[in-house]
């Protein structure tokens, strides 16, 4: 059975034609040529480097695994850390090369709501929380709440990519057509 990675479902709620273009066509985005996209694997690499020994008391972590690979049925990934807390459960922490702006994208939510449903069925624990690190603002630390419909919500979406993988299904395209323009695929979708 195939599987999808976070990264797929954000990029199926951007647009589905993400999907069609780049996982039945095979056209790749090249994604690794944006600074944003290689400085944040770099801050990555450094913050795994220098923080292997710290335990974040305030949010009462008591045991930490750090980039941890999973592979559960349907949705696979790497989770910066995962974090066994004071109260039993367990808690994805990601860090985000970019400033806190008073609020919290849908982007880096849906990353959590992923993470979570991989830490559960991996460590057999409750998620009801998960952490974003802000490495431009001093690693501010915020919290994310994970409530079950929104994990329920991923799995619906996770069935809506693999529909359009296994049946080569060409699908709309997004309904926000200010996004268009920054797509990496505007030159070859029919709109």
Partial sequence: MVSVTPSQIIEYLYCPRYTY???VLGIPQHEDKYYKVVKGREIHDDKLNQNKDYIRKRIGVVK??????FSETRI???VDEVLLLNDGTMAPLDYKFTEYKDRIFNTYK???YCYAIMIEKTFDRVVNRGY???????NLIKEIDIPLDKKEIIYQIVDNILLIIEDNMYPKATKYKKQCPDCSYRNICIK
Wanted: hydrophobic share 25%; proline share 0%; glycine share 4%.
């Fill in 21 to 23: 273009f780049e996982y």
């Fill in 64 to 69: 930490k695994y750090t980039d941890v690979y």
């Fill in 76 to 78: 696979r990934g790497e």
């Fill in 110 to 112: 849906i990353q959590s």
């Fill in 132 to 138: 974003i690190v802000f490495t431009r603002s001093k």
